[in-house]
């Protein structure tokens, strides 16, 4: 009987039943080459389209699918996100629309005339931009814990609502993409992109909760918005507490080193 070429197991069929490999493969050609390279391209594309559109069409199936297994049907979650996090993270930079939101923003908190805060501001928002694609990452796990405790007494652990989470962001961001088009036309709206942001982001959670946890269209709306609220100001919260951290670290390090 012969063995698997990749692992080594016994076959038993015209498939290992270890590692999936095909028992018997023809020797590599040019054509057999672009072959399969269309068909894994193909195939990771069928599987990312698919998750995007379910993900709109039925969202809690999907997500109920993936926690309980049935994983090779959707686009990996974390993939997912990213794709779409460095999509919007990359418009967002490349038609200034970043610069003009944080420059509406901190007019509010700025003086006008005060030359000196308004450089220190824009360059730290510099160094921010070269991490904008980053930066949404951390909100994850400060998502999830708040969609955890909310509905804590139900079946799904703190990992299973992490999942949960990472594709309602990644499909918030989605949503977001003709905003964005909205704010290079009308400029003005910027001023009410926290509002749009989280009214937007709140009503695609309530979407997926409302199917999800068989809860009021109210009750998934309020717990939409609380989890954008909770979740942004704890991930703001956990920054500050590891910068001040690893800053004192340096501090005490220093002076230690005289």
């Known amino acids: 009987m012969d063995n698997c070429l990749n692992c080594g197991a ?102 006008e005339g005060d030359t000196a805060a308004w450089e220190r501001q824009k360059s730290i928002q510099n160094v921010i931009k070269k991490f904008t694609n980053l930066i949404p990452l951390f909100l994850i796990p400060f998502y999830g814990w708040i969609s955890y405790l909310l509905f804590r007494k139900r079946a799904y652990n703190y990992a299973e609502h992490l999942t949960f989470v990472t594709y309602v962001i990644a499909q918030n961001t989605i949503i977001g993409l003709p905003i964005f088009a909205l704010y290079y036309f009308i400029p003005s709206l910027i001023s009410y992109a926290i509002i749009i942001g989280n009214t937007t982001g709140a009503i695609y959670i309530a979407y997926v909760y409302y199917s999800l946890f068989k809860i009021s269209k109210m009750k998934a709306f309020s717990y939409g918005l609380l989890i954008n609220f909770l979740g942004l100001i704890s991930m703001v919260i956990g920054v500050m507490i590891i910068t001040i951290a690893i800053a004192t670290t340096i501090l005490l390090i220093k002076s230690a080193w005289g």
């Open 10 to 111: 016994t076959l038993h069929g015209p498939y290992c039943h270890q590692c999936g490999q095909k028992a018997s493969l023809p020797r590599l050609t040019i054509r057999s080459l672009i072959s399969n390279l269309f068909a894994s391209i193909t195939s990771v594309e069928n599987k990312f389209w698919f998750t995007v559109k379910e993900l709109f069409k039925q969202p809690a199936k999907v997500m109920q699918d993936y926690v309980s297994g049935k994983t090779v049907t959707y686009y990996h979650p974390i993939r997912y996100f990213l794709i779409w996090v460095g999509l919007a993270a990359l418009i967002n930079i490349s038609t200034g629309l970043y610069d003009m939101q944080s420059t509406d923003t901190y007019k509010y908190i700025l003086e």
